[in-house]
């Protein structure tokens, strides 16, 4: 399904869904059921985020050349607890 736009003389601009090709000229106002002309628009294609389209990326970049390790990771540090009472308890 596409959204199409189509413009009303009294109540302005509305959105309608229809399979794609099959869009009609002219539809009925969901507001006066008058007939609304349809506007020809860009389509949207650029409707994602920038955080999106970057994770996009870098999942395509791993999928044909992944990052090569060459070296272990760092061990983690145990955190020291914020309060100090909670280092005088007993260990499991």
Not at 7 to 21: T, V
Not at 56 to 70: K, N, Y
């Amino acid at each position: 399904m596409a959204v199409y736009v189509y413009r009303c003389l009294s109540h302005g601009r509305f959105d309608s869904a229809h399979p794609i090709g099959t869009a009609p000229s002219a539809v009925p106002c969901p507001h006066c059921s008058a007939s609304a002309a349809r506007v020809l628009t860009s389509p949207n294609l650029s409707s994602t985020s920038a955080a999106v389209t970057a994770m996009m990326d870098a999942h395509g970049r791993s999928q044909t050349a992944p990052a090569v390790t060459t070296r272990p990771p760092e061990p983690e540090r145990p955190s020291r607890p914020a309060d100090p009472r909670i280092a005088k308890l007993p260990r499991p």
